[in-house]
């Protein structure tokens, strides 16, 4: 990889590739956590979206680092609701409770 620095004759391209894949993932997650400000979504839709866009398990404290925005007492009570409702089901027990989209 940094065969010819010495020499001038190193390709930039491979850091010019990393560096724009850092930039477009950066872009993407900031994407995501604005989209509730176009879509206008209440905050038990936008807790109910995060399962729309991730594939298995999700913690309630992963929850709590999408939306930071959200209450704990608000998060929690949307699990509770959306389990009832069957649209989730509750993984495991205690610190490693999980909840995974039916």
Known sequence: MTDGWHDGANSYAPFVKYYLGIILKAYNEFENRVEHLKNRLSKPERIQA????KIGKITKKEIMELCPDISKVTVERTLTALVKSGYIAKVGAGPS?????I
């Open 50 to 53: 995060v399962f729309e866009q």
């Open 97 to 101: 409770t999980g909840y995974v989209r």
